[in-house]
């Protein structure tokens, strides 16, 4: 209480020293305000904070919401400064005490009571900070919106409070930071409040099974906030609800979470990671019980939920419970034992291994995949791969890439292509910080590097998980239960492979969360999941992991360049054998930056309403289209019906058009980033074929795009950086 009233005192001496005005003394007192309270039973500020009262000395009063501290402008006297005994909050803020542009704090104030107009923060932000004043108990995260107000900061309070982080179907993703619109220890325990209240619904045997949460090396120091601080919080939420916790006690790549959900028959999984997004993010996914992503409808009620309790239960913020706790197991040792010993049943030459003299590079780029993929290649009898030493270990500040994305092409990739040029390595893998995701890039006769895109590392998975798969599997018969899943906007090629061997291959919505549910459903149905993949970099190589997984495609990729190097061929070269036997698929894909919602809206608008309303596009350029499918309308105009076979979602901007010379193109919006991206490819039927000229008909036909579609001058639209 003596902190407090040093506070009261403070503030009355600002308020002694403020320049009032030249009509104005102000005269500070204190003693029990006789105004109605300024804040309701639940804490919430109550409008008009200007209010004038009846009495012999009528007045007006200008309450802080924040502090229940009021500056009263009597009419006869002047200024002064009530304050009640209880308090609110712990120290004073001064939201409303802010200059304007014209007169002072206070003599602005003054001059508004009559009018009865309050401050210039609206009644939703002056809730959220009131409430955030009253819940936060991270130091640094509350003193910055102390900071915030007491500046007057409207705009930077708008961007952390304007609207809370949508829960997807993707979890959450955003800046780390104080605010309910920022990742950090409040929303983290919300977040986890709800979701434990949700699977406390779903699930009646939930006390019993429990949950597993494991994080990468993600941190903010400025915010107090890291991966490993939110897992912790997350796992005394449930623990101090009666649930068991599987908490990993280091960081690990996220595949790990979904093995172990199906590993142990879990509930559902948390992953706080932001894969590999810029180094302030950071973000929480999160599985369901059958160990894949979840998918609407659970979203929106899990989104409810949080709504629904918001204020930290009890123990919240005492994570020092879960120490000892019986509740709290440590899987890190025996399911990471498992999972490798589930992976070397995908090595199908461990013969070739032990003897092979391909040389490997291998980047974490500041992530967890280090130990992880070293541990790989020795299940595999591999000579594990040499590290780029500046990226091996973990560091949130990402200090040698600008994005920590192996997605990006060879501006991640520098410091790999040095320290493979220097050791003579041939073969490149790097895995994004959270390792689910892999690229790979091998080196040319002519000396420069190749970057395998998304599609063609796909294309070479496919052909040779089906090819050791039929090695092992000669009955015909087998291949009626032999299933391949790409997402819609992937390359078609594991579609041709399939037409020409036999096996089954179905298209899904973008994403792991649909490819990893159907996954499992194909499972349950006794069907054989051999490979899934999307155009970025993700690999779903074994089906005990039903989300893409880049440590299992690392080391499965190098045991096919192994194999590939017996035969005295490269991966560039067998990729070409895979065109030539199942056709060329050429294929193009990047991207737009672009901040603002409504600009988005108005650009797909504009595609829908085209030529007069509610009319496609002919034409793009000189290119004739034949076919459109708008999954957000769920309108596609190849069907007898005219609605869209796949799901649709109004939440998320997709069309795809289909061009009369077989090219198909995507543009759709990013769920986690602000990119418009879209997706192209050009396909030829098996045999003879020009691929240069395939290549310069897609170029010409994405650049028709971009310039009528896109129309990024209009829009002001920020290309990617090459």
């Given at each position: 209480?003596?902190?407090?009233?040093?506070?009261?005192?403070?503030?009355?001496?600002e308020?002694?020293?403020?320049?009032?005005?030249?009509d104005?003394?102000?005269?500070?007192?204190?003693?029990?305000?006789?105004?109605?309270?300024?804040?309701d039973?639940?804490?919430?500020?109550k409008?008009?904070?200007?209010?004038?009262?009846?009495?012999?000395?009528?007045?007006?009063?200008?309450?802080?919401?924040?502090t229940?501290?009021?500056?009263?402008?009597?009419?006869d006297k002047?200024?002064?400064l009530?304050?009640?005994?209880?308090f609110?909050?712990?120290?004073?803020?001064?939201?409303?005490?802010?200059?304007?542009?014209?007169?002072?704090?206070?003599?602005?104030?003054?001059?508004?009571?009559p009018g009865?107009?309050?401050?210039?923060?609206?009644?939703?932000?002056?809730?959220?900070t009131?409430?955030w004043?009253?819940?936060?108990?991270?130091?640094?995260?509350?003193?910055?919106?102390?900071?915030?107000?007491?500046?007057?900061?409207?705009?930077?309070?708008?961007?952390c409070?304007?609207?809370?982080?949508?829960?997807?179907?993707?979890?959450?993703?955003?800046?780390?930071?104080?605010?309910?619109?920022?990742m950090?220890?409040?929303?983290?325990?919300?977040?986890?409040?709800?979701?434990?209240?949700?699977?406390?619904?779903?699930?009646?045997?939930?006390?019993?099974?429990?949950?597993?949460?494991?994080?990468?090396?993600?941190?903010?120091?400025?915010?107090?906030?890291?991966?490993?601080?939110?897992?912790?919080?997350?796992?005394t939420?449930?623990?101090?609800?009666?649930?068991?916790?599987?908490?990993?006690?280091?960081i690990?790549?996220?595949?790990?979470?979904?093995?172990?959900?199906s590993?142990?028959?879990?509930?559902?999984?948390?992953?706080?990671?932001?894969?590999?997004?810029?180094?302030?993010?950071?973000?929480?996914?999160?599985?369901?019980?059958?160990?894949?992503?979840?998918?609407?409808?659970?979203?929106?009620?899990?989104?409810?939920?949080i709504?629904?309790?918001?204020?930290?239960?009890?123990?919240?913020?005492?994570?020092?419970?879960?120490?000892?706790?019986?509740?709290?197991?440590?899987?890190?040792?025996?399911?990471?034992?498992?999972?490798?010993?589930?992976?070397?049943?995908?090595?199908?030459?461990?013969?070739?291994?032990?003897?092979?003299?391909?040389?490997?590079?291998?980047?974490?780029?500041?992530?967890?995949?280090?130990?992880?993929?070293?541990?790989?290649f020795?299940?595999?009898?591999?000579?594990?791969?040499?590290?780029v030493?500046?990226?091996?270990?973990?560091?949130?500040?990402?200090?040698?890439?600008?994005?920590?994305?192996?997605?990006?092409g060879?501006?991640?990739?520098?410091?790999?292509?040095?320290?493979?040029?220097k050791i003579?390595?041939?073969?490149?893998?790097a895995?994004?910080?959270?390792?689910?995701?892999?690229?790979?890039?091998?080196?040319?006769?002519?000396?420069?590097?190749?970057?395998?895109?998304?599609n063609?590392?796909?294309?070479l998975?496919?052909?040779?998980?089906?090819?050791?798969?039929?090695?092992?599997?000669?009955?015909?018969?087998?291949?009626?239960?032999?299933?391949?899943?790409?997402?819609?906007?992937?390359?078609?090629?594991?579609?041709?492979?399939?037409?020409?061997?036999?096996?089954?291959?179905?298209?899904t919505?973008?994403?792991?969360?649909?490819?990893?549910?159907?996954?499992?459903q194909?499972?349950?149905?006794?069907?054989?999941?051999?490979?899934?993949?999307?155009?970025?970099?993700?690999?779903?190589?074994?089906?005990?992991?039903?989300?893409?997984?880049?440590?299992?495609?690392?080391?499965?990729?190098?045991?096919?360049?192994?194999?590939?190097?017996?035969k005295?061929?490269?991966?560039?070269q067998?990729?070409?054998?895979?065109?030539?036997?199942?056709?060329?698929?050429?294929?193009?894909?990047?991207?737009?930056?672009?901040?603002?919602?409504?600009?988005?809206?108005?650009?797909?608008?504009?595609?829908r309403?085209?030529?007069?309303?509610?009319?496609?596009?002919?034409?793009?350029?000189r290119?004739?289209?034949?076919?459109?499918?708008?999954?957000?309308?769920?309108?596609?105009?190849?069907?007898p019906?005219?609605?869209?076979?796949?799901?649709?979602?109004k939440s998320?901007?997709?069309?795809?058009?289909?061009?009369?010379?077989?090219?198909?193109?995507?543009?759709?919006?990013?769920?986690?980033?602000?990119k418009?991206?879209?997706?192209?490819?050009?396909?030829?039927?098996?045999?003879?074929?020009?691929?240069?000229?395939?290549?310069?008909?897609?170029?010409e036909?994405?650049t028709?795009?971009?310039?009528?579609?896109f129309?990024?001058?209009?829009?002001?639209?920020?290309?990617k950086?090459?």
């Open positions: 209480m003596s902190d407090q009233c040093d506070s009261v005192k403070e503030r009355q001496n308020i002694k020293n403020m320049s009032i005005g030249p104005l003394r102000a005269r500070v007192e204190t003693g029990n305000r006789d105004t109605d309270p300024v804040l039973s639940r804490g919430t500020p409008r008009p904070w200007l209010s004038k009262h009846s009495g012999a000395s009528p007045r007006a009063v200008a309450c802080d919401p924040l229940r501290l009021s500056v009263a402008v009597r009419r002047g200024p002064c009530t304050a009640t005994a209880s609110t909050h712990q120290s004073w803020t001064s939201s409303f005490f802010r200059r304007r542009e014209s007169g002072s704090r206070v003599g602005a104030a003054a001059a508004a009571a009865g107009s309050g401050p210039s923060m609206d009644a939703r932000l002056d809730q959220e009131a409430q004043l009253r819940w936060d108990k991270n130091p640094l995260t509350l003193e910055s919106v102390k900071q915030l107000i007491a500046e007057g900061n409207k705009e930077e309070l708008q961007k409070f304007g609207s809370r982080m949508e829960f997807g179907t993707a979890g959450l993703r955003a800046a780390m930071g104080a605010g309910i619109a920022r950090n220890d409040l929303t983290i325990i919300q977040t986890t409040q709800g979701f434990c209240r949700y699977l406390e619904r779903q699930f009646s045997d939930l006390k019993q099974r429990g949950v597993v949460i494991s994080f990468d090396a993600r941190a903010h120091p400025a915010s107090g906030g890291s991966s490993r601080r939110f897992a912790r919080l997350a796992a939420t449930f623990i101090t609800q009666g649930i068991p916790v599987y908490l990993f006690s280091d690990t790549p996220t595949p790990l979470v979904p093995y172990t959900v590993h142990l028959k879990l509930c559902a999984g948390i992953m706080v990671t932001a894969s590999h997004n810029p180094k302030q993010d950071n973000g929480y996914k999160v599985y369901w019980d059958n160990g894949a992503q979840i998918t609407p409808p659970h979203d929106k009620g899990i989104s409810q939920a709504e629904d309790n918001l204020e930290p239960w009890p123990q919240a913020w005492d994570d020092s419970v879960i120490n000892g706790s019986p509740l709290l197991h440590d899987p890190s040792a025996s399911v990471t034992k498992d999972y490798y010993e589930d992976l070397k049943k995908y090595c199908f030459h461990r013969s070739v291994n032990r003897e092979s003299k391909v040389k490997f590079v291998h980047t974490s780029v500041h992530g967890v995949g280090h130990t992880f993929v070293q541990s790989a020795r299940a595999f009898d591999l000579v594990p791969p040499e590290a030493p500046e990226q091996k270990d973990p560091d949130p500040a990402f200090p040698t890439v600008k994005y920590p994305n192996p997605e990006e060879k501006g991640v990739l520098t410091l790999s292509f040095a320290l493979a040029d003579k390595a041939k073969v490149i893998l895995n994004d910080p959270d390792a689910d995701r892999l690229a790979v890039a091998e080196k040319q006769d002519s000396g420069e590097w190749r970057v395998f895109s998304g063609e590392l796909g294309a998975l496919g052909w040779w998980l089906f090819t050791s798969w039929k090695e092992k599997n000669q009955d015909p018969s087998a291949l009626k239960d032999i299933y391949m899943l790409s997402s819609t906007v992937s390359s078609k090629i594991l579609r041709a492979i399939a037409l020409k061997e036999g096996f089954h291959f179905e298209e919505l973008t994403g792991f969360k649909w490819m990893g549910n159907r996954a499992k194909l499972i349950d149905q006794g069907k054989n999941v051999l490979f899934a993949f999307e155009e970025a970099i993700g690999y779903m190589c074994c089906p005990f992991v039903l989300d893409k997984d880049g440590v299992s495609a690392a080391v499965i990729s190098a045991e096919m360049a192994s194999f590939l190097a017996t005295n061929l490269s991966l560039s067998q990729l070409k054998a895979i065109y030539v036997e199942y056709g060329y698929h050429i294929t193009k894909a990047s991207y737009f930056i672009c901040h603002d919602q409504d600009t988005i809206k108005k650009l797909f608008e504009n595609l309403n085209y030529d007069g309303k509610n009319n496609y596009p002919k034409t793009c350029g290119f004739e289209i034949s076919g459109i499918r708008d999954l957000t309308t769920g309108y596609d105009d190849s069907q019906d005219k609605k869209a076979v796949l799901p649709t979602s998320s901007q997709m069309i795809t058009f289909t061009f009369a010379n077989g090219g198909v193109a995507t543009m759709r919006t990013s769920g986690t980033e602000p418009i991206k879209y997706y192209s490819e050009l396909c030829a039927p098996p045999g003879d074929c020009d691929p240069e000229q395939l290549k310069k008909e897609l170029n036909l994405v028709a795009i971009e310039e009528h579609f129309q990024p001058q209009k829009y002001n639209l920020q290309a950086a090459e």
